[in-house]
């Protein structure tokens, strides 16, 4: 009677350590997702950065020294004229109380353009639409 009784004992106690285990992720789910962005590459001129990230839904701009070290700024005022031929966009970098107004000129064909910074300087770009994580 009483190896019936821890028979039933160890059965049950089996049974509730399967059914009460669930998977449990020691991570949170990824709300990583691709978005789309204005690229400029192959940036010349002086203080020339290595590669500008404009994003075009959400107002972040990269602005990469070297392949691997950058720096993100907030953006404003984005504004989007491109056309079927050509990037035609417009917006304001935010560095700490400054504000940086850039105009991005570029045929879509070539993706050869120019970058002009405050209506001073003018950088000569190569300009692609990519799709990046945010």
């Known amino acids: 009677m009483m190896k019936n009784i821890i028979k039933y004992i160890a059965v049950f106690a089996i049974v509730l350590a399967f059914t009460s285990c669930d998977e449990e992720s020691n991570f949170?789910?990824?709300?990583?997702?691709?978005?789309?962005?204005?690229t400029l590459t192959d940036i010349t001129g002086n203080n020339a950065a290595f590669k500008i990230n404009i994003y075009k839904e959400v107002s972040v701009i990269v602005e990469y020294s070297t392949e691997v070290n950058l720096e993100s700024y907030t953006s404003s005022g984005f504004t989007?004229?491109?056309?079927?031929?050509?990037?035609e966009v417009e917006v304001n970098k935010l560095d700490n109380e400054a504000t940086v107004n850039y105009v991005l000129s570029a045929d879509k064909t070539t993706g050869e353009g120019t970058l002009t910074v405050d209506g001073t300087t003018?950088?000569?770009?190569?300009?692609s639409e990519e799709e990046v994580y945010n």
């Open 28 to 38: 949170e789910e990824s709300t990583t997702t691709l978005t789309q962005v204005y």
């Open 80 to 87: 989007d004229s491109s056309t079927e031929t050509n990037f």
């Open 122 to 127: 003018v950088f000569n770009v190569k300009v």
